[in-house]
Every structure is written in structure tokens, then in C-alpha cells.
């Protein structure tokens, strides 16, 4: 079975240009150009390894009843899977050049001062969308996977959600998304939040981005949202941020195998011997940063005369976007500044910058990567920036410098980079200086961590990640969680209560019979809560126990001596029944030898986390992370299970996310199990009532039977018939039971 006939639905990628573009080719017909830019590069070497199709324009709109642009199209269908979509003339100029790249990105760039706004060009941009919409339609099939890409397609993934409301859909945005003050100079902004809003997995490069994203949809549609998810029309959208990364082989395999690369490579090093080179490589885009890296290279020339003849800069510029002013303009400006800087500084044998502005192959790219002593990678504002990550590929075992903006994405995860703002030309030239001066083991550590980094986070670990997240959030969205638990009506509660001859009541403790508190050993109950369980269990009719994460140690302190209670320790991997008194373990076989193997990884994340701490448990070992900074907690403990999840892969052990937890435990220490162990205690109950707020109570809620009283404390998504806002509400209503009890055994009396 080939990998396009996966069962689990195919791979169907959507982004405006496809790897291919369509170019006239004089009379004779056309040609099929490779793209450049980021996403080519990056969506290629997943779609090989994944199988599936890709659905993009190609670039082109004149003619499309010409015969022989017809057969190109095909011949790309046939071969590649490459999908084209027809977009005309006019609305291809108002879609792409007009609302993506005069609105939306100057101002996801934060160049509020650039957008150009018109009626016209946002029509276009919705027909455009509409257009991607039909021909996604068209190829659809049950179970495939529907991955947009970036800023061109923003409405696609709601237009899809209307057409197909069980499509499995995600989207990445490959640019910055801005702060809010600035995304709300958007005209359009509440359709294009809305249009996002229609995929179930919607990630971003940075965890920055995403708090913008969540602040505008705050803001403007009012919609309040977690770190990883915002429930919108009774959806949820899992909300994340996933830095993508390189395709590392690509450039390495190259550099140690390919003649030509390795040749080149030889050449310019004989060629610069004894020189240092800078490199530059970007689009020629004014959120690249080209004008402000000249004009700071000038300077470090001006202010030290030693390194003229013994520096040289290479900057490739590829020409983009070209019909649109700003970008004619751009070109002009660096051209002029390149002849300006050479004509004052060249001598005969040494020329300061070498300018290169069109594309070059891949091979002499990679020789330049390698070649480089210095990266200098300082866009103003960028997504993320691949080059960063394919000039340190290149450099195994290097003493290269990577010089990087603090305003590109990746320098969220390259810290070991010399950062710069772009903008201060004099602190940027003195970094650079400073950087050069810098004995080569010094640059060799420092490289060499980024090096690691970038081949173990690269673009499958991003592409599998993405794939595997959108799935589970789809499948999430499509499983049997309630859309929104009903609040419980608590007469007819008491009701039933009262009229049942034998009930069973099953509760947790943290956040459903108490309050959280800051730090777990806080969290101790009031008297009135032990009076109250005390007054429950002495009703021969009811059975009632305390399921808990807690320990048992915590457990006894506070409830040892209610006399008729059962008590479920951590999960239920250890009980005590209120008849022998005595704690049973759920397998008297287990073993804590684990946690010595788990401990690093947990200590690793407390010590990044100010206010976390460990609590160790005989079953368990839980990072708690209610006294950090809401925000980053969240996203760290993303992280924490993510890293977990494939360290604990083959084990019985399994990480889980609680209320600002993440816990380590077997996974059969699972409040599910728990119900069989107590159903001797009142076998025929007729009133069976559970309560909790935690992920660990969904596991009990799914084994109960159809009429339990299963109740959510909280407003998460839960498996839950009911919900109760908060703990005091729970109290209160078994206080009412306590008195119905005491009415009843009166009236029996
Ligand atoms: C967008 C976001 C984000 C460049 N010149 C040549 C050439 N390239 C290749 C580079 C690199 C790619 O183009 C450029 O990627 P960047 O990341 O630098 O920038 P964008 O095109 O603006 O990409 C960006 C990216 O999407 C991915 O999410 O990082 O922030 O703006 O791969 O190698 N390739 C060849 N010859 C060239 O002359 N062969």
C-alpha cells in the first residue's frame, strides 16, 4: 500500500504557491520553474516521506484554455500530486499582490505605516479563498488530513468547516502573527480571526505569536481562550506554538557527498583565503533588513580601517514580489547602497560586498553556508527565518558565528547566537566585531549546541508534531466529550438521592471538595468538610469515597478517622476500605525504580521554572506549576509531556496533564479502575453520583453507567452530564443530601 492510500486519510497540503511555479516560455510554451522561499522548502521533504496531495496556485493566470499550459498542469497532477488552482488575472493581482502582501503583511510585520488598504483587494482575496475552497472540495476524501499554510489562506479553514463540518483541518501560519494594538488596524480582522478559527489545530512559530492571537481574538471577538485552546461555537481549537524547523540532510548530504557542492566549497575557499566572509542570504523584502546590514557593514568599515581588505560581504538577494512599489524601490535603495559602499571602500584587489541578486542553486548555496565565517541573519521582523537554521546545518564541527535578530522568530530558540536589534546599526557592528575577535573554540561551543539543536528539532520532528497534534485535536473535537455539560439540576439531584434505596457517591478532592491552593500541601480541608463526609458515610444507604491523586499518607491525615469512608490514594493504586481499615495496593508487584530515570527530566523543568516544584508521591512523581507565570507554565508543561511522552514510550508509565500539573505515573493507577473495586460496597445502587474537575476524573466518568450523576466542576470540556461551577457548589449540595438522609431516616424512624 503506498503511503497515499493510508488508511488514516491522506495528507492534503494547501498553501498559495506550490513548489513548482508556471512561467511562459517565449512562443515555444511553457516552463516549470522551482519555487524558493521557506514553505517550498519546507512542505517538500514532509510531503515526500508522508504521501498525499498539494493544492496551491501555480503562479500563473493567463490563458488557462491554452492547450499546452493544460497539459503542464497535468503533467504536474500526474507526477507530483501537485493540484493547480485557477485564479484570474485580476483577482490573483488583488488577492496576492493586493490584501496578502500590501495589508496582511506589512502589518503582521509591524509596518503599520506600509498597509495598503482596498475594498477591491479583499473581495479578491475572499474569491481567491473561495477558489482553494473548490478545488480542496474537489479532492477531498473521508478521513484526509487538510493542512492551510499561512497568511494568503486565512479564510480557507472556516470556508471548509461550512462545506465539510467533520473535516480534519489545521493551519500554521508562517509569519509573525502581530500584537494585538496592531492586528486591530486590520480592516477585515474579525472575518479573518473567524476564518482561522475553523481548523481544529491552529499553531504559530513562537509562543509570542500565539499570546498576540489570543489577546486579538480577546479582544475583538471577545473570546476568551487557554494557553492551548479556545472553544469557539461549541468547538474547541487547540491553540500551539511549533517553530518549524530544516530539512538538515539536504544541505549536509551536499556538503559530504555531492562533487559539484564540494568543488565549489574548495573554490571560494581558495578564492577568500585569508579573509572573512559574511554572509547574507535573504528575499529581497524590506522586512529583511537589507538596507540596515549595509549600512551597519559601512560602518564597521569606517570605524575599523584594519578589517578593510580582510572582510568581505556576499549578499544573495532573491527578487520577490516585484510589480509592487515598495519592493522596486527596495531594489533600487540596496542597489544604490551596494555601488555607494564598494565605490568608497574597493581597491583593486578587494571589492567589500559581493552582491548576488537572483536566485543561485542549492548546490552553491550550500558551499556558501559552509564557506561562511560569519551568518548575518538580522531581519527586522521574521516569521522565523530559515537561513539561520541552514547556515548552522552547514556548519559541523564549524567555528562559524551566527549574528541573528532578536526580531526572527528563531531566536526564541537559538539563544546561543549573538542577538542583535537590527535597527541599532552601531551596537550590531560592534557585536559583529566582537564576534570575529573571538577565539575559535570559544565559537566552536557555541555553534556546536545550535548545531545539535537544529538537526534534532528539524522539519519531520515539526511535520509529525503538527500531523499528530491536528489528529488528536480532530479526533478529540469528533469523540464522545459532551459539546458543553448542562448545569446540574440540583432539586432533581436531591431528589434522586433521596428516593434511592442504596447510592454510591464517588468524589475527588483538589479543586472539586476544596479549593486549589498555591502549593499542594495547602490545600487541607476544613473541619466541616470531615464533619460533613462523616455524616454521609454513617448512612447505611451510602457508600462514599474520596478518589484522590493524593497520597495516602495525606489521605488518612485528614479523613483516617470518618468512620464508614472509603479512600482512594493516587488514583486508585492504593485503597483502604472502611471494613478492614487496612491499605491495598492495586498490584502488590510494582516497583518505583523508575523514578530515578524521570526525576532529571522533571528537576530540569522546575529549576526553568520559578515557582514549580516536585511532590513525590509512592506511585508518582508531579511537576506543579500553579505559582508560575500562568502563561509560560502552560507552555512548558506542553513541552514536559511532549518530551515525556516519547521517553516513556515503551513503558507502563505515562505523563498526564492535571490542573497546572503534569504527572508522571503506571497507567493503570487510573480512577477508572477504581469502580470495580468499590461496586461491592452498595452493588445495587440505583443513585450513582461522581464528581471532579480534573483531566484523571474523565477516566472515572467514562466507566460509569449511563444514568450516573456524573458531574464536571469547572467549564473544561468533559465527558460529564453535568457541571457545577466550583467546589462551594458541590459542598452545598451535599449538605442538602446529608439532610435529605436525616429526613429520611426520621421519617423511616
Ligand atoms: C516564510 C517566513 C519562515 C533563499 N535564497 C535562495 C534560496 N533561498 C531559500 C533559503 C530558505 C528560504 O529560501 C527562505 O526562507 P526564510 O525563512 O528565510 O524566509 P521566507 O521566504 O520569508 O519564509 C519565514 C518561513 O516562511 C518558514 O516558515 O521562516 O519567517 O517569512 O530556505 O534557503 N534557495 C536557493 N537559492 C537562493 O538563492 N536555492
Redesign the pocket.
Known amino acids: 500500500m503506498s503511503a497515499n492510500e493510508n488508511t488514516d486519510g491522506r495528507l492534503v497540503v494547501v498553501s498559495n504557491r506550490l513548489p513548482f511555479t508556471l512561467k511562459r516560455a517565449g512562443d515555444s510554451g511553457w516552463r516549470t520553474d522551482r519555487s ?4 517550498a ?2 512542505m517538500g521533504p514532509i510531503l515526500r516521506r508522508t504521501g498525499g496531495i498539494w493544492i496551491g496556485w501555480s503562479g500563473d493566470s493567463s490563458d488557462p484554455q491554452d492547450e499546452r499550459r493544460q497539459k503542464t498542469l497535468k503533467r504536474w497532477a500526474e507526477r507530483e500530486r501537485y493540484f493547480a488552482v485557477d485564479i484570474p488575472a485580476e483577482t490573483a493581482a488583488g488577492f496576492y499582490e493586493g490584501y496578502s502582501n500590501q495589508t496582511l503583511w506589512p502589518l503582521f510585520h509591524q509596518f503599520p505605516s506600509l498597509l495598503n488598504f482596498k475594498p477591491e483587494h479583499w473581495q479578491a482575496y475572499r474569491e481567491a479563498n473561495l477558489r482553494f475552497r473548490d478545488v480542496v472540495l474537489e479532492h477531498l476524501r473521508p478521513g484526509d488530513i487538510v493542512w492551510v499554510h ?1 497568511y494568503q489562506l486565512m479564510l480557507l479553514p472556516e470556508l471548509l468547516r461550512e462545506a465539510v463540518p467533520d473535516a480534519r483541518i489545521g493551519f500554521f501560519l ?3 502573527f502581530p500584537s494585538s494594538p496592531i492586528f486591530r488596524l486590520l480592516p477585515r480582522r474579525e472575518e479573518l480571526l473567524q476564518g482561522l478559527l475553523g481548523a481544529d489545530y491552529l499553531a504559530f ?1 513562537t509562543y509570542s505569536y500565539l499570546q498576540h492571537f489570543r489577546a486579538s481574538t480577546l479582544r475583538i471577538l471577545g473570546l476568551d481562550s487557554r494557553m492551548d485552546r479556545l472553544e469557539v461555537g461549541g468547538r474547541s481549537v487547540r491553540l500551539d506554538a511549533l517553530p ?1 524547523g ?1 530539512a538538515p540532510r539536504e544541505f549536509t548530504e551536499l556538503l559530504a557527498r555531492d562533487a559539484e557542492t564540494i568543488k565549489r566549497r574548495d573554490e571560494l575557499r581558495a578564492r577568500f583565503d585569508g579573509r572573512r566572509v559574511l554572509l547574507g ?3 529581497l ?1 524590506y ?2 533588513g537589507i538596507p540596515e546590514r549595509l549600512r551597519t557593514f559601512r560602518r564597521l568599515l569606517r570605524q575599523t580601517p584594519d578589517l578593510r581588505g580582510h572582510v568581505v560581504l556576499i549578499q ?1 538577494a ?1 527578487p520577490s514580489r516585484e510589480v509592487i512599489p515598495m519592493y522596486k524601490e527596495l531594489r533600487q535603495e540596496v542597489d544604490e547602497l551596494v555601488g555607494k559602499i564598494n565605490g568608497e571602500f574597493s581597491t583593486p584587489d578587494w571589492t567589500p560586498i559581493t552582491y ?1 541578486r ?5 548546490t ?2 550550500a558551499a556558501l553556508y559552509a564557506l561562511a565565517d560569519l551568518a548575518w541573519v538580522t ?1 527586522l521582523r ?6 539561520a537554521k ?1 547556515y548552522v546545518a552547514c556548519q559541523q564541527d564549524g567555528a562559524g558565528v551566527l549574528v541573528l535578530s532578536e526580531f ?3 531566536a526564541s530558540e537559538m539563544g546561543e547566537a549573538f542577538l542583535v536589534n537590527p535597527y541599532d546599526e552601531e551596537r550590531t557592528a560592534e557585536t559583529i566585531e566582537r564576534a570575529l575577535e573571538l577565539p575559535a573554540d570559544t565559537r566552536r561551543e557555541r555553534m556546536s549546541a545550535l548545531h545539535k539543536r537544529v538537526l534534532r528539532n528539524n522539519v519531520f520532528a515539526w511535520g509529525d508534531r503538527f500531523l499528530a497534534n491536528l489528529r488528536e485535536a480532530a479526533n478529540e473535537r469528533a469523540g464522545n466529550f459532551s459539546e458543553k455539560p448542562q448545569a446540574l439540576p440540583v432539586e432533581s439531584a436531591v431528589a434522586a438521592f433521596q428516593q434511592a434505596a442504596q447510592r454510591r457517591l464517588l468524589l475527588d478532592y483538589d479543586g472539586t471538595l476544596v479549593p486549589y491552593a498555591n502549593r499542594p500541601q495547602d490545600a487541607v480541608p476544613p473541619a466541616e468538610l470531615a464533619e460533613l463526609l462523616a455524616t454521609l458515610a454513617a448512612d447505611p444507604a451510602t457508600a462514599i469515597a474520596v478518589v484522590s491523586g493524593r497520597s495516602r499518607h495525606d489521605l488518612e491525615s485528614w479523613f483516617g478517622e470518618v468512620k464508614g469512608l472509603w479512600l482512594a490514594a493516587e488514583h486508585g493504586a492504593i485503597m483502604r476500605s472502611p471494613e478492614t481499615m487496612r491499605w491495598e495496593l492495586y498490584r502488590p508487584d510494582y516497583t518505583s525504580d523508575w523514578k530515578e530515570q524521570v526525576s532529571p527530566v522533571l528537576e530540569h523543568f522546575m529549576d526553568r521554572t520559578p515557582g514549580s516544584l516536585i511532590e513525590e508521591k509512592e506511585f508518582s512523581l508531579v511537576w506543579h506549576y500553579r505559582m508560575a507565570d500562568p502563561e509560560f507554565g502552560e507552555w512548558l508543561a506542553n513541552e514536559l509531556v511532549s518530551n515525556l511522552e516519547q521517553m516513556l514510550a515503551d513503558t507502563e508509565l505515562r505523563a498526564y496533564r492535571g490542573q497546572k500539573t503534569v504527572e508522571v505515573k503506571p497507567g493503570w493507577a487510573n480512577k477508572g479502575e477504581v469502580l470495580a473495586r468499590l461496586s461491592h460496597s452498595a452493588p445495587h445502587a440505583e443513585f450513582c453520583l461522581a464528581a471532579g474537575d480534573d483531566r484523571t476524573d474523565e477516566d472515572l466518568f467514562a466507566r460509569l453507567r449511563e444514568d450516573a450523576w456524573t458531574i464536571h466542576i469547572g467549564d473544561r470540556h468533559t465527558r460529564a452530564q453535568y457541571c457545577l461551577a466550583n467546589s462551594h457548589e458541590l459542598r452545598r449540595l451535599l449538605t442538602r443530601f446529608a439532610a435529605a438522609g436525616r429526613t429520611e431516616s426520621r421519617t423511616a424512624g
Open positions: 524558493t522561499g521557506g514553505l522548502t519546507a499561512d508562517h509569519i509573525p512559530h518549524i530544516i542570504v535573504d528575499r523584502d522586512t529583511k544573495v532573491v548576488i537572483r536566485g543561485i542553486p542549492p552553491e548555496l531581519p521574521d516569521g522565523l527565518n530559515l537561513v541552514e526572527a522568530g528563531a
